[in-house]
Each structure stands twice: as C-alpha cells, then as structure tokens.
C-alpha cells in the first residue's frame, strides 16, 4: 500500500483545522479522502464544500437516493467508501 504524507488531527491548524471540523461533525470522524488531501487545505476545503453541495443541496432526489448512488458507484469503482 502507498504511504502518503499527511497532516494528522492534532497538528491541523487554520482551514484545515477547520475543515477537519466540519468533517468530524458530519461523518463522526475525519474521513481519509480529507487526511489524504491535507498537505493542501485550500483544496481539501473546496473538496468538502462540492461533496456537501452535492449531497444536501435541495434537488430532485433524496437524501436516501444520493447515498444509495454514491454507494453503488463506490462499489462498481472498487472503492472502499
């Protein structure tokens, strides 16, 4: 497995610190995908702002069916999540 170089919990300051928040808050936990892009806050922050748009802005679907999208093409990619 790659070993990528982050910025861990307790040493996030400023945006990061910030985003790190917001993740905790969401998810319980700071996500990986947000560790993995920590050497970057700026684009961590955007990442977090297009993910959260995507899934709680008021559309034609539901909450439920975005989730089960999400899954389902995680799954078709291999991915984890």
Do not use: H
């Not at 808050?25 to 961590?44: C, D, M, Y």
């Amino acid at each position: 497995m790659p070993w990528v170089s982050t910025v861990p919990e307790d040493q996030a300051t400023g945006a990061l610190a910030e985003v790190y928040r917001k993740a905790r808050e969401r998810a319980g936990k700071v996500p990986n995908i947000a560790k993995l892009q920590s050497l970057r806050p700026e684009t961590t922050a955007r990442g977090f702002e297009l993910y959260c748009q995507l899934m709680d802005a008021p559309t034609g679907i539901s909450r439920r069916e975005r989730v089960l999208i999400a899954t389902v093409v995680s799954k078709v990619n291999g991915c984890f999540y």
